[in-house]
């Protein structure tokens, strides 16, 4: 049996939290990330028939919460009320590894959280979440929640409206309509840990990549952990200039017919209502 520690799916959780962490995007224990496994790699590092223990889920009702389609899979999650900050030094305290039980409300710990952990506070979210990307694309893996700085801040300045909130991003850097085609989807201020918000969020998942949380954060999704990252990353950036420049005079902007001719040279689908053409 292969070291876990050296499996390449934990560097990369360790790697994104402490990248997420530097950047200031995830405090204390702001964030989680969840990431869809494939069970003949996970059988080179752990014995995948080993239970240590059964997990009920956090913030649903046992009755009413169901992710059959999820059953027997295998993620990697962060621990709830653990901080990024700290996943590198320590993997096996702060993430887990999990297979989802029976109808999805209960999860098995393969690996981790060690000294009595449990998955992240959010993760019904992440489930609904990855049912509702893997229906659109099934490729899908990653789940990716955090709280950037200037996206929170947007938030607090800009209109939560889908259309308008994805055009000043889309405005903010020449390439962020090529990234984000499908626009950002918006959900007002809810209640986070809640099968409520997980459904709001699955149901925005089914059009777009990228939830904005309003006065909270946002939720990525994506192929890659790369993927999934570059996406909040570049929502991140763009906000980060609207705050640098919302202030200020509009002197120059990149015109609707531009991004237009951006969205044809690489050849991408995007939302052309969120234009104003
Ligand atoms: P967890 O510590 O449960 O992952 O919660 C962090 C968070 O960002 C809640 O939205
Ligand atoms: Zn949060």
Redesign the pocket.
Known sequence: MKNILDAPFVREMCETTANMYRLGWDER????ISYLLDEKEVDEYLDTGKVLRSIPLMGVNEVDFDASPLEGKIFIV?G???YFKNVEKDPETNLGIVRIGKGGKNVELLWGYRGGGRP???FPAHMMSHMARLQVDPENRVVM?S?PTHTLAMNYVHELNEKKFTHTLWEMSTECIVVFPEGVGVLPWML??TKTIGEATAEKMKKFRLVVWAL??IYGAGKTMDETFGLIETVEKAAQIYMLTAHLPRVNTIKDEDMVKLAELFGIDYRKDFLDL
């Open positions: 224990n702001g964030g989680n962060t709830t009320g653990k992240t506070s959010e929640h709280h986070c840990g909270h954060g």
